[in-house]
C-alpha cells in the first residue's frame, strides 16, 4: 500500500519557534509538495520540489523554506513561527511520468500560540 | 494565484440525488484531476482526466471537461452519505509539474 507519511497529526508551537514539519513516501515519486489548507481558500502550494535537492517556490512560500535531501523526504521549515501560520499542512507526492496523480499524507494541524 | 475555482461552495442534497459541482482554470493543462476529502483529513484522487479527453466515467462519477471553456464538471450519481466530503479539482499545468487546486465544495449528503 503506497503512502506518504507526515511526522506529527497534531503540532502546537511558541511564536517565535522555529518548526520542522517532516514528510516522507515510499513509491520513489520525484516530486513532492506541501500546501497549506485554511477554511473557504483551499490548498495553496507553498513550495514544491521535482528532485533531491531542487526546489521551486509555490504561490504562498514567504515565512517558509524547505529541505529535500534525500529523495522520499520533503520538509517545511517555518523559520520563525507567527499566529497567521496556524493552519493544516498537507504533503503530497506524484511521479514526474504525465497525467498520474498525487498522494497526500494525513494532514498535519498546526496551531501557533 | 490560484489555477483552479469551484462553483459551488457549498451543495446539500437528499440521500438518491446526483450531486454536479463545476471547476474552471486559466492556464492550459495536461490533465485535470479530482480529489475527496473527508473531515480535515488528507485528499483521496477520484479520476483524472487528460486534456485530450471530453469525459470519463468511474462507478457513479462523471467527469467532463471543456478545454475551450477552461471548465470541467463532477457529477456523483445516485449519491450515499459516505458520499459528504469537500471535493477539490486540481489542475496540472502544462509545462511544470506544479498541481494547484481550488477552494473546493463541500457535499452535505442527507440521508
Known amino acids: 500500500d503506497v503512502k506518504v507519511t507526515q511526522s506529527s497529526r497534531y503540532l502546537v508551537k511558541r511564536t517565535g519557534e522555529k518548526v520542522f514539519l517532516e514528510c516522507v513516501q515510499d513509491m520513489d515519486h520525484e516530486n513532492m509538495f506541501w500546501y497549506r489548507q485554511d477554511p473557504g481558500l483551499g490548498l495553496r502550494l507553498i513550495y514544491f520540489?521535482?528532485?533531491?535537492?531542487?526546489?521551486e517556490k509555490g504561490d504562498i512560500p514567504e515565512g517558509y523554506s524547505v529541505s529535500r535531501e534525500k529523495k522520499e523526504r520533503f520538509s517545511l521549515i517555518l523559520e520563525s513561527a507567527s499566529t497567521n501560520q496556524t493552519s493544516m499542512y498537507l504533503c503530497?507526492?506524484?511521479?514526474?511520468?504525465?497525467?498520474?496523480?498525487?498522494?497526500f499524507g494525513q494532514g498535519t494541524r498546526l496551531t501557533v500560540v | 494565484s490560484q489555477q483552479g475555482e469551484e462553483d459551488p461552495q457549498a451543495l446539500s442534497i437528499q440521500e438518491g440525488e446526483n450531486a454536479t459541482m463545476n471547476c474552471s482554470y486559466k492556464t492550459s493543462i495536461n490533465n485535470l484531476q479530482w480529489y475527496r476529502q473527508n473531515s480535515g483529513r488528507g485528499l483521496v484522487h477520484l479520476i483524472l482526466i487528460r486534456s485530450n479527453e471530453r469525459e470519463k466515467h468511474s462507478g457513479r462519477l462523471r467527469v467532463t471537461l471543456d478545454t475551450s471553456k477552461k471548465s470541467s464538471s463532477l457529477l456523483i450519481t445516485a449519491s450515499r452519505a459516505a458520499d459528504t466530503a469537500s471535493y477539490f479539482c486540481a489542475t496540472d499545468r502544462t509545462n511544470d509539474y506544479k498541481l494547484s487546486f481550488g477552494a473546493g465544495t463541500t457535499v452535505t449528503v442527507r440521508a
Open positions: 520540489s521535482y528532485d533531491v535537492k531542487m526546489k
Open positions: 503530497a507526492s506524484s511521479s514526474h511520468r504525465v497525467n498520474t496523480e498525487a498522494f
